[in-house]
C-alpha cells in the first residue's frame, strides 16, 4: 500500500486500484473539500461518546443485564403462548361505509355476522340430504338459523346456515358441523375458511423457519465464522423474538391484528438478529486483527457497530411505523410488529450483546467448526475477491451503472399493470384447502356471488319515518335489475323498530374482482344518487362488492403519502449517519429500483403465471396489501445493508480523504457479511414458498427476490459504481446542513 497522508489534499490510492481511472474520476477535487469537511466530527468524535458509555456501564453489570433480559424473554413467551387466540384472519375497516352497514346489521337487525356458514352438495339427488345437514349444523349454532337453499345451475344446492357467533367463536363450531353433516356435505364460509387456515399457517411457519431458514442460516454462519460464534445470533434471535410477541400480545388486547403477525415477527426477528450479530462479530474480530486486547476490542466494537446498529435499526422502523397512520387495523397491526422487533432488536444489540461478546466470545472464537486452514483460505479468498470485485467495478463504472439501472426498471415494468383485490376470493386460497375447494365448486357452478351479497341500507334520520324513502327505493332496484353485474335484488327488509330498510345485491362475479369493485363505484356514485332518496334518509352500501371497494380505497389510498413519508424520514435519518448530502439521495433511489423491480417481478410470477411452472398459484390480483407492506418493509432492509456498507465507508474516508479507497474498504470490509446476512434473509423468506397459501407465496417471493437484487445488483455493483461516478461530492455537506442536524 502506498503511504498516505491525512487532510492534506493527498488522494492517491493503494496500488491495487488503476492509477489512471483515479486521474479522470478524482483528478480535481471539488473546492469545498477541506472546507467543509472541517465542519464533520473527527474520527475520534465517531460515534458520540454516549455509546461507548452506555457499553462500559453494560459490561460492568453484566449480571444485571443478562437477568432483565432474561425476565423480558420469560415474560415475552407468556404472552407468546396466549397471542394465537387474539389473532385474526379478517379486515375491518373502521369509519367506512362498509363498517357502518355492518354496524346497522348488528344493532338493528341481530345480525353479528354477514358471513353465513355455507353447506353444498354436488348432485340434485343429494338436495334432501342437504337440508338435514343444514338443520343440524343451525341446531348446534347459538341463535342458529337457515337463511336460504339455493339451486346451482350446473348442479348441486347450497344451504345458508346464519347464527348469532362472529370471528373466532363462529370458527371454532365448524369442526363439530362439520362432523354432524358428514363427508358428503361440503363446508365453506368466512368461519370455515379461517378455521381451515390456522394449521395451514401453522405448518407453513414450521416448514419455513424451523425446516430450512435455521438450518440454512446455520450453514451460512458456519462457512462465515467457522467457530461457535455461529451460535450467537440465534441466542440474539431467542432474546428479541419472544419480548416482541409478549408486546404484541399486550397490543392485540386494543388492536385488530392479523394470523400474520406472527410469522412476520419471527421472519424479520431472525433476519435482523443475524444481521446485527455478523456486523458485530466481524468488528470484533477486525478490532482483534488489530492487536487489541479482549475487552478492549468489544468496547471498541460497540463504539463503532453500535452506532451503525442504532441507524440501521430506525431505518427499518421508519417505514413500518408509518404504517400505524394507514386507516385499515390490519395494517396498523404489521406496523406495530414492524416498529417492535428492530426497536428491541436495537436495544439487544447495544446492551446484551456486548455482554455476550465479552462473557463468551473468545471461547467462542476457540471451538472451531470449520479447520482453521479453510476457514482462512475462505476469509482470504474472500478478502482478495472483494477487493478485486472493487477494483472492476469502479474502473468501468460508466458502463455497469447505466447498464443495471436499465435491467432493474427492466423488472420493474410489470407494475404498470398490477390487478389489486382485497384478496377475498378462491384463488387467494390454498386450492387443497376442503373449504377453498367448495368455495370454489360455489362460485363455478353458480351464476352469482352468493356468498358475499351487497347490502344497501336505507336509514331513517330521527323522527322521521323511513316509509318515505320506498318510492326511491322501489326506483333503486329497478336501475340495478337492468345493471349487468346485478343478477337479484331482495324484497326491502325492514328493521324490527321501523328505523331501517334493507335489500341485498347479489352480484355476478367474485366480490374481489375489478367487476365487482366497478360495480360498487356505480352503486355509490351513480345508482344510488339517481333514485333521488328524500334527505330525510340515508343510503349507505357495505358489504361484498361495496367492501372490495373500501379495502382497495383504504389500503391504496394513502399509500402514496406512506412512500413520501418514508423517503423523507429516511433522508434525513441517513444524513444524519452518513453526514452527505448525495449518499442519502443515492440510497434513497437504489432502494426504490430494488423494490420495484422485486414487485414487478413478483406481479410476473403470480398475476402473469410466470411461476405456475415451479408450483407458484397463479391469481387474477395482488391482494391489495402486499404492495404496501413489501414497500415499507423491503425499504427499511434494504437500508441496513447500506448502512453496514456505506459506514464502514466513511470510516476510510476520514482517514484518506480518498473516495476510492473508501468505497473499495467498505465492499472489502463488509463485503462478505451483507451478502451472508442477505442470503440469510433470503432463504427465512423463501421459507414462505414451501407453503400453499397463495398471499405467503407472493409475499415470500417477492421479499426473496429483493433481497438477493440487493446484495448481488445493487449493493455489489450498482452501489459502488454510482459512487465510483460522484466521485468526491458523496461527501459534500454544506455548512448550513451541518449546522441545522448538529452533525
Known amino acids: 500500500m502506498t503511504a498516505r497522508r491525512r487532510n492534506t489534499g493527498d488522494t492517491r490510492h493503494p496500488a491495487t486500484l488503476d492509477g489512471t481511472w483515479r486521474a479522470a474520476t478524482e483528478g480535481s477535487r471539488p473546492d469545498w473539500i477541506g472546507r467543509e469537511d472541517a465542519l464533520s466530527s473527527n474520527p475520534s468524535e465517531f460515534p458520540p461518546a454516549a455509546a461507548r458509555g452506555l457499553t462500559a456501564f453494560c459490561l460492568r453489570h453484566r449480571l444485571l443485564v443478562g437477568a432483565v433480559w432474561l425476565a423480558l424473554v420469560l415474560a415475552g413467551v407468556a404472552g407468546a403462548l396466549r397471542l394465537t387466540p387474539l389473532l385474526s384472519s379478517g379486515f375491518t375497516l373502521p369509519g367506512t361505509d362498509s363498517n357502518r352497514v355492518d354496524q346497522i346489521l348488528a344493532t338493528d337487525y341481530a345480525a353479528s355476522s354477514r358471513s353465513p356458514i355455507v353447506l353444498i352438495v354436488r348432485s340434485d339427488a343429494d338436495r334432501p340430504l342437504l337440508r338435514q345437514a343444514a338443520a343440524r349444523a343451525a341446531a348446534l349454532l347459538p341463535g342458529g338459523r337457515v337463511e336460504r337453499f339455493v339451486p346451482l345451475p350446473a348442479g348441486g344446492a347450497a344451504a345458508f346456515v346464519d347464527s348469532n357467533l362472529s370471528g373466532g367463536k363462529a370458527e371454532a363450531e365448524i369442526g363439530p358441523i362439520t362432523k354432524a353433516v358428514g363427508s358428503q356435505v361440503l363446508v365453506t364460509g368466512d368461519a370455515a375458511v379461517a378455521h381451515a387456515l390456522a394449521p395451514v399457517l401453522a405448518r407453513s411457519l414450521r416448514i419455513g423457519e424451523l425446516y430450512l431458514a435455521v438450518p440454512a442460516a446455520l450453514l451460512i454462519l458456519l462457512v462465515v465464522f467457522g467457530t461457535a460464534s455461529a451460535l450467537l445470533p440465534f441466542v440474539f434471535a431467542a432474546a428479541t423474538i419472544p419480548p416482541a410477541l409478549g408486546l404484541a400480545w399486550i397490543a392485540a388486547h386494543f388492536l385488530d391484528l392479523n394470523s400474520y403477525l406472527e410469522n412476520m415477527v419471527l421472519m424479520i426477528g431472525l433476519g435482523i438478529a443475524i444481521d446485527y450479530s455478523l456486523l458485530v462479530v466481524n468488528r470484533y474480530r477486525d478490532e482483534r486483527e488489530q492487536g487489541r486486547g479482549h475487552a478492549e476490542a468489544v468496547e471498541e466494537t460497540m463504539v463503532h457497530a453500535g452506532r451503525t446498529i442504532v441507524f440501521s435499526g430506525f431505518a427499518v422502523a421508519v417505514g413500518l411505523a408509518l404504517m400505524l397512520l394507514l386507516p385499515v387495523p390490519f395494517l396498523r397491526g404489521f406496523g406495530l410488529g414492524g416498529l417492535l422487533v428492530p426497536l428491541i432488536s436495537v436495544a439487544c444489540g447495544l446492551t446484551l450483546l456486548p455482554v455476550l461478546l465479552v462473557t463468551f466470545g473468545e471461547r467462542l472464537e476457540h ?3 470449520v479447520p482453521r486452514s479453510l476457514s482462512g483460505y475462505l476469509a482470504r479468498g474472500e478478502r482478495s ?17 447505466p447498464v443495471l439501472a436499465i435491467l432493474l426498471v427492466a423488472g420493474a415494468m410489470p ?69 349487468p353485474q346485478v343478477v337479484s335484488v331482495s324484497r326491502p327488509a325492514p328493521d324490527p323498530n321501523g328505523r331501517d330498510l334493507m335489500i341485498d345485491i347479489v352480484g355476478r362475479n367474485d366480490s374481489a374482482g375489478e367487476q365487482a369493485q366497478a360495480f360498487a ?23 361484498g362488492d361495496a367492501y372490495s371497494a373500501d379495502f382497495i380505497s383504504r389500503t391504496l389510498g394513502l399509500f402514496p403519502w406512506l412512500i413520501l413519508g418514508v423517503l423523507a424520514l429516511t433522508y434525513l435519518l441517513l444524513v444524519r449517519a452518513f453526514r452527505s448530502l448525495l449518499l442519502p439521495l443515492k440510497a434513497i433511489v437504489l432502494n426504490l429500483l430494488t423494490v420495484a423491480a422485486a414487485s414487478g417481478l413478483m406481479i410476473a410470477a403470480f398475476q402473469w403465471g410466470w411461476g405456475s411452472w415451479a408450483g407458484l398459484v397463479h391469481v387474477n390480483e395482488i391482494e391489495g396489501w402486499i404492495p404496501v407492506f413489501m414497500f415499507t ?94 466521485g468526491s461530492w458523496n461527501w459534500y455537506l454544506p455548512g448550513w446542513a451541518h449546522r441545522t442536524l448538529r452533525l
Open 385 to 401: 475477491f472483494w477487493a478485486l470485485h472493487a477494483r472492476w467495478v469502479m474502473r468501468h463504472a460508466k458502463l455497469v451503472a
Open 521 to 543: 363505484e356505480r352503486l355509490r356514485d351513480r345508482l344510488i344518487p339517481a333514485a333521488h332518496f328524500p334527505d330525510s334518509v340515508q343510503v349507505i352500501a357495505g358489504g
Open 415 to 483: 407494475l404498470l399493470g398490477i390487478k389489486v383485490g382485497p384478496g377475498s376470493g378462491a384463488t387467494s386460497l390454498p386450492p387443497s384447502l376442503p373449504a377453498a375447494k367448495a368455495l370454489t365448486l360455489l362460485q363455478q357452478r353458480s351464476d352469482s356471488d352468493q356468498l358475499d351479497p351487497t347490502t344497501v341500507i336505507v336509514a331513517a334520520k330521527r323522527g322521521t319515518p323511513v316509509s318515505t324513502a320506498l318510492p326511491a327505493l322501489a326506483t333503486l332496484r329497478r336501475l340495478l335489475r337492468h345493471d
Open 367 to 369: 471451538v472451531r467448526l
Open 633 to 726: 418493509l423491503l425499504f427499511g432492509l434494504s437500508m441496513d445493508y447500506e448502512v453496514f456498507l456505506v459506514s464502514r465507508m466513511r470510516e476510510a474516508w476520514e482517514r484518506t480523504r480518498s473516495n476510492t479507497t473508501a468505497v473499495a474498504h467498505g465492499l472489502t470490509s463488509t463485503g462478505r457479511i451483507v451478502t451472508a446476512a442477505g442470503l440469510i434473509m433470503a432463504v427465512t423468506f423463501s421459507g414462505m414458498l414451501l407453503g400453499s397459501i397463495p398471499t405467503m407465496q407472493q409475499l415470500g417471493f417477492g421479499l426473496a427476490v429483493a433481497i438477493l437484487i440487493d446484495i448481488t445488483l445493487v449493493r455489489a455493483l450498482l452501489l459502488p459504481s454510482a459512487m465510483a461516478i460522484a
